[in-house]
Every structure is written in structure tokens, then in C-alpha cells.
């Protein structure tokens, strides 16, 4: 267990992304982006194992996302209610984790959601070139 030192004035305090942002990346994009947003904030927060434990954790709820997308039926919307879910998950991790969270600066998401929009486009160029387009 990690030992929790007294919050640091509020102008040495790093930014964080919100648990607003880590859901709704975990949401929008997979668990996995919500936990690498998840373990930024816990690292700058001083939670070095906090954080490897938030990005382990996400990347084996996505990992588990991919089995169940395969074996169950589709079902609309299941996706977008898993990775809810998942990113649910690590806002109440990152609250319990950093108690005074919503005392630290934001951070801002341009860099995050560009990144994810980049690799979202990327994968879906892939999929284009390789099945031939999107009719399957």
C-alpha cells in the first residue's frame, strides 16, 4: 500500500484530467486511452504504483472488451456501455486514490483527444485497405 503524503500547496499541485475526461475517453474511445489518461494523472499525482496498477487494470478490461465482443451477440450499444463502465471504474480509482483531486488543475485534453483521433483514424484506414472498404 502506497503512503499518503499531505496534498502539496495548491501551486505546486501538477494538472490532472478530470474523471469526467477519463470516462469519457474510456467511453469513446476504449478503457485502455481512459487508463493511460488515468495513469498520467496518478503518476504527477506521486502514485507511481497507483498508476501501473489503473493502466494494468485497463488494458485487461479492454483485453477482456475484445474476447466478449467475439463470443456474445451483438448487441447495440454494448461497446459504448463497457467502456462506461471501464471508465467509471478509473474515476472512482483516481477519487480514492487522490482524495483532493478536485483541488488540482485540469489538464487540457487537446493533446489526448488528438492523439486518439489520430490512431482512431489510423486503425480505420487499416481496416479500409485490408478488407477492401467498409461494405465487408
Keep these: 500500500m502506497e503512503h499518503f503524503s499531505p496534498p502539496p500547496p495548491d501551486d505546486a499541485r501538477p494538472a490532472l484530467y478530470s474523471p469526467a475526461t477519463l470516462v469519457g ?5 476504449s478503457p485502455l486511452a481512459g ?11 506521486g502514485q507511481a504504483a497507483s498508476a501501473r496498477h489503473a493502466l494494468w487494470m ?6 477482456c472488451l475484445l474476447v466478449l ?10 461497446g459504448l456501455g463497457l467502456g462506461y463502465a471501464g471508465g467509471a471504474w ?8 487522490v482524495p483532493d483531486a478536485a483541488s488540482y488543475p485540469r489538464k487540457h485534453i487537446g493533446k489526448a483527444l488528438v492523439i486518439c483521433l ?9 481496416i479500409y485497405v485490408v478488407f477492401g472498404g467498409f461494405g465487408y
Design 69 to 78: 465482443g467475439q463470443l456474445l451477440p451483438r448487441v447495440p450499444g454494448m
Design 90 to 97: 478509473l474515476s472512482q480509482y483516481l477519487k480514492k486514490r
Design 58 to 63: 485497463s488494458i485487461g478490461f479492454t483485453c
Design 118 to 126: 489520430g490512431l482512431t483514424l489510423v486503425l480505420l484506414a487499416g
Design 25 to 29: 475517453f474510456s467511453t469513446l474511445f
Design 35 to 45: 487508463g493511460i489518461l488515468a495513469f498520467h494523472s496518478l503518476r504527477s499525482a
